[in-house]
């Protein structure tokens, strides 16, 4: 199947969907709702505001919010200007945040008032001037609920006297002239934790976002979405969250059901409640649905598409979901999809009725896969174990400033076109189905998220009691793994010392949830220590 790419930018191509579908709900959070009319309006107004603030094509701007209306409006209203949206997870420790900003060269960043004290605390040692601008969630809920927050806001402190409040931004400068805009254009930059390092910021284009919408849709089985839900639960400083939950919707005329923060509660009274028609999700998201007893007598016959990405969906774990699904009525049962955040997320995705076990499903539209020899262009006969690689519309530009690792990942074959290496191993068989069978690079999933073990292992060697330290990842039922630090050292610091002393560099969701002391760490023939011997003991 080959489908038609428009050459527009990402806002464009939203644009176009709300002339069609003017009245229909572009999103709903907490209960309001707006129109795709309105959310226009909206981004326009957010365009107009922050090119009073002198932004300007070119520029680079940080988005550190969870998914509420103030992250689409920004992001959409930004790329209007042909600024460059850096997204960040929120609940990122202070000296990330500083990373964050300082690499993408960001002019702004973007959070909300619980986030603000350590965004602040991070600007004040950037290498360069980057303005903070604060919001509040209270603005965009309705009018009951707005009654409500003040009394669950649990800490007030005062901000920096240049703090730029995002409601002072409005209604002074009219939309100004836009600039003309290419499709290959960035549009946004997300950070991927380094294997052996600091995080690389990967350059998604318009045009990978926009082909991304369409092939997901094309991929779905359904002809239009227009109408439908999305349970967008999966935060946007991911690639699954912006691609799928907010950008696919959009593009398809669906409404996003915003999900600020996931709990089994919430995210169980939104199913039953709302009755989303799409799920896409992590397997520990789905893992929990499992677990929610508010959900044991619904009826889940409204579900057209119930999607598993972000991590290996075990086939035990599958069987489990698909039990709970036919038990509750629904017409569908999970499809695991397959990408990296180097094609935006999705490029494999599990057909209608065309299961195979233990298969990842078969690449998307006008998406290719080959397997080749670990770190080389020579292609692997079917069945093969070896890399994979992708080609198409979705690979991204690149890495920010990183030609060398850039270099290292996109490689030309022998038929001309580039192929992004993803580091990972699996396998096609005769049909075109994708076996994956684990990963080259060093790094652990918990609950969805990206977790880089050096990043971890960094912080805790600048503990002046450590003489040397390793991370691994242990198998783990709810989280799919979890994250364990051993240690060697003195004194030994419980883990609620270790965990407070990394929160300032390493976000919340990473830190280790057990710390092991040990005499000493085994060691490879060339006296590195050997992780793996580590990993196989602990996962047994």
């Not at 309006?41 to 940080?62: E, K, P, S, W």
């Amino acid at each position: 199947m080959e489908l038609q790419y428009p050459d527009l930018t990402v806002t464009e191509h939203v644009r176009q969907t709300a002339r069609q579908y003017p009245t229909l709900t572009a999103y709903d959070f907490m209960g309001k709702r707006v129109s795709f009319k309105t959310l226009m309006a909206h981004i326009d107004q957010t365009a107009a505001a922050f090119a009073g603030m002198g932004l300007i094509r070119g520029d680079t701007v940080a988005v550190c919010l969870p998914n509420c209306p103030h992250a689409v409006e920004a992001f959409y209203g930004l790329s209007m200007l042909g600024v460059t949206v850096c997204m960040i997870h929120p609940l990122s420790a202070p000296d990330e945040i500083l990373y964050y900003v300082n690499h993408s060269g960001s002019k702004a960043l973007i959070t909300l008032d619980q986030f603000a004290k350590k965004a602040a605390q991070a600007l004040a040692k950037a290498d360069h001037h980057c303005s903070l601008v604060v919001t509040t969630v209270k603005e965009q809920l309705p009018c009951f609920k707005r009654l409500v927050y003040p009394l669950i806001q649990k800490e007030k402190f005062p901000l920096p006297a240049t703090t730029v409040r995002w409601r002072s931004l409005f209604g002074h400068s009219p939309l100004p002239e836009l600039p003309t805009l290419d499709a290959n254009e960035p549009a946004v930059l997300l950070y991927s934790g380094g294997t052996t390092g600091k995080p690389k910021g990967i350059l998604l284009s318009h045009r990978n976002l926009n082909a991304l919408a369409l092939q997901t849709i094309a991929a779905s089985g359904w002809d239009t979405i227009a109408g439908d839900t999305m349970l967008s639960v999966m935060p946007m400083f991911h690639g699954f969250g912006l691609g799928i939950g907010i950008h696919t919707a959009l593009v398809g005329g669906a409404c996003c059901l915003l999900v600020p923060r996931f709990t089994v509660d919430s995210y169980a009274k939104l199913v039953k409640t709302r009755k989303p028609n799409f799920i896409p999700g992590v397997p520990t998201l789905f893992a929990a649905l499992l677990q929610a007893e508010s959900l044991q007598n619904t009826d889940l016959s409204f579900l057209k598409g119930v999607f598993s990405g972000g991590d290996r969906l075990s086939p035990a774990l599958k069987k489990q979901v698909d039990a709970f699904l036919r038990q509750h009525g629904s017409p569908v049962p999970i499809r695991e999809g397959y990408g990296t955040t180097e094609c935006v997320t999705a490029s494999c995705l599990t057909p209608v009725g065309r299961e195979k076990e233990g298969s990842i499903g078969l690449p998307y539209p006008d998406m290719e896969y080959t397997i080749t020899l670990p770190d080389s262009v020579t292609p692997l006969p079917p069945d093969t174990e070896g890399e994979i690689c992708l080609t198409g519309p979705t690979v991204m530009l690149g890495y920010l400033n990183d030609p060398d690792s850039t270099a290292k990942v996109l490689k030309i074959h022998d038929d001309g076109r580039v192929w992004l290496h993803t580091g990972d191993l699996g396998c096609m068989d005769e049909e075109g189905f994708v076996y994956f069978k684990g990963r080259m690079k060093r790094m652990i999933i918990t609950n969805g998220y990206n977790v880089y073990p050096a990043q971890i292992e960094e912080a805790m060697m600048g503990h002046p009691s450590v003489k040397d330290c390793c991370v691994i990842g242990v198998n783990d039922p709810m989280r799919g793994q979890r994250v364990r630090a051993y240690v060697v050292g003195e004194p030994a610091l419980s883990l609620q010392e270790w965990q407070a002393y990394l929160a300032q560099s390493i976000a919340r969701y990473a830190l280790p949830k057990e710390v092991v002391y040990q005499q000493q760490l085994p060691k490879t023939a060339v006296g590195k220590v050997a992780y793996r011997l580590l990993e196989e003991e602990a996962n047994g």
